[in-house]
């Protein structure tokens, strides 16, 4: 049976995170890594709907997934492993699209756009995860001052530490592109959740062609 929009984007929700837990919690190993590609590349999948046109593309799609899940068992060396993270980025990247372009055709803030919303959130520290892991291992310059042995884990612990400001100080970026990735990211995160979450949160129910006034509640 098909499924309706509301549960569609909770799953998606869900999944990723159960994607962030495990690739933090499984710190480092291969089981963590590939079940968050695998996690991270069905959220692509089923955000995309089950329209018929979309196939083709599902397909496609299924197939880099594969791809990508297999070749975090297969895949060795720190070349590998950027150009692995690399494309797991691409791909989760394309999330926040897909949902942008699912939601504008609705003409209310419902319920299903707060889950997407928050959802692109969770994408934000994912991509700078694995973009910053492939920088540090296609460049060979360690992402952290002092360069003390990470593993995919640490960056996405370190990602998600740095997007909510919250500051432990145990991994400190490097001087140069480092430390301005880690600034962009703690503003992207901070002024994404304080305007575009709190604004759609705020107007859950009111019409977008009416910003600031209610419109009928959708069915």
């Known amino acids: ?50 329209r018929r046109g979309d196939w083709s593309f599902r397909v496609f799609l299924l197939v880099i997934v594969a791809g990508t899940v297999a070749g975090t068992v297969l895949v ?6 950027g150009l692995l993270s690399l494309l797991q980025a691409g791909i989760i990247a394309a999330l ?20 997407g919303a928050v959802s692109i959130y969770l994408v934000i520290g994912m991509v700078f995860s694995g973009v910053d892991s492939a920088l540090a291992a296609l460049t060979g310059n360690p992402l952290f001052a002092g360069g003390p042995a990470v593993t995919l884990a640490d960056y996405t612990y370190f990602s998600f530490v740095t997007m909510t400001t919250v500051g432990y ?20 995160g901070q002024l ?24 009928d509640s959708p069915d």
Not at 76 to 81: A, D, I, L, W
Not at 192 to 215: D, H, M, W
């Open 1 to 50: 049976m098909a499924l309706d929009e509301r549960s569609r984007y909770g799953i998606v929700l869900l999944l990723l995170i159960v994607s962030v837990v495990v690739s933090i919690g499984g710190a480092g190993a291969t089981w963590a890594y590939s079940l968050t590609a695998a996690a991270q590349g069905a959220c692509v999948v089923l955000a995309l709907g089950g």
């Open 76 to 81: 060795n060396g720190r070349v590998g492993h």
């Open 96 to 115: 926040p699209v897909i949902i942008a372009v699912r939601l504008r055709k609705h003409l209310y803030v419902s319920f299903q756009t707060v889950l």
């Open 169 to 188: 100080g145990d991994y400190v970026p490097a001087a140069g592109l480092p430390r301005a990735a880690a600034v962009g990211e703690a503003l992207l």
């Open 192 to 215: 994404y959740l304080v305007t575009v979450v709190a604004l759609l949160v705020g107007n859950v129910g009111r019409s977008r062609g009416r910003a600031g006034s209610a419109g």
